[in-house]
């Protein structure tokens, strides 16, 4: 299977992923807990914009760092 159909899949993933997190921001009790569900939906944008450019710089070699890399906690 060619690794471009599988990155488009964990694309469509991620364009659900963000949906849902705003349908369910928009019911959300109160400011705080809208923001935080506001920023999942954030995250999974900046995933979809790696997997974007992934398959636009047609890069097999996989992820080689960015923002969702493992912080270092100095262990």
């Known amino acids: ?25 928009q019911g959300a009790p109160t400011e705080c807990l809208r923001n935080m569900i506001l920023n999942m939906a954030e995250h999974e944008r900046r995933e979809l914009d790696f997997w974007y450019s992934m398959v636009k710089d ?11 890399q493992a912080e270092d906690k100095g262990t």
């Open 1 to 25: 299977m060619a690794w471009h159909y599988l990155v488009n899949q964990i694309i469509e993933c991620e364009k659900q992923e963000i949906e849902l997190y705003n349908r369910i921001a």
């Open 58 to 68: 047609d890069c097999p070699g996989g992820y080689t760092g960015g923002p969702y």
